[in-house]
């Protein structure tokens, strides 16, 4: 069974805190490693996919990191505001089969 | 565009009617999905389809769920019959060959079985 970890479950910060999450997964069979933001009543939006081992990508004051040989990957948002709630999911793309397993989600809440 | 389109938004049925979602996914877009999201096992890949042809359908939970895409815009989900364990809100996504890891969801079809 793939399994996507992602912790912690959920994170309260003041708006202007700087935080980061991290993405557990399989490190065999890999073929990339996606984020997705979703915001409550809404549908998941994409911000990234990796697919290198050192990838990173930045979106904003939004990044990411690649370890595929440990199986992580770390989001980072900088200087938070109360718009970036929200819960923000990865999900493992298998064998570049299209096929993602995602992770149950960081749910983050930033206080104004 | 109006991105991706899902019907109805909500669906309120007894144990044993049949059920059908419906989607539209963008247009031009090769790649279908649809995902199941539970509390318990949160979101899951149901079955995607790459040119209207179904690719893998390892995620449908069992013979009483079906899916179809007739043409290039527009897909079906089918519960038959429907159990309260069904419960759920099932999301349709499209995505283009090329565009890897832009899936774009549609808003989601809360689905409850009483």
Redesign the interface.
Known sequence: ILNVEQSPQSLHVQEGDSTNFTCSFPSSNFY?L?WYRWETA?????L??MTLNGDEKKKGRISATLNTKEGYSYLYIKGSQPEDSATY?CAF?LDS?????????TRLLVRP | DAGVIQSPRHEVTEMGQEVTLRCKPISGHDYLFWYRQTMMRGLELLIYFNNNVPIDDSGMPEDRFSAKMPNASFSTLKIQPSEPRDSAVYFCASSLLGQRGEQYFGPGTRLTVT
């Open positions: 990339a996606h809404k549908s998941p939006e994409a990234f996919v999911l793309e089969s299209y096929k993602l397993i995602f992770g149950s989600g």
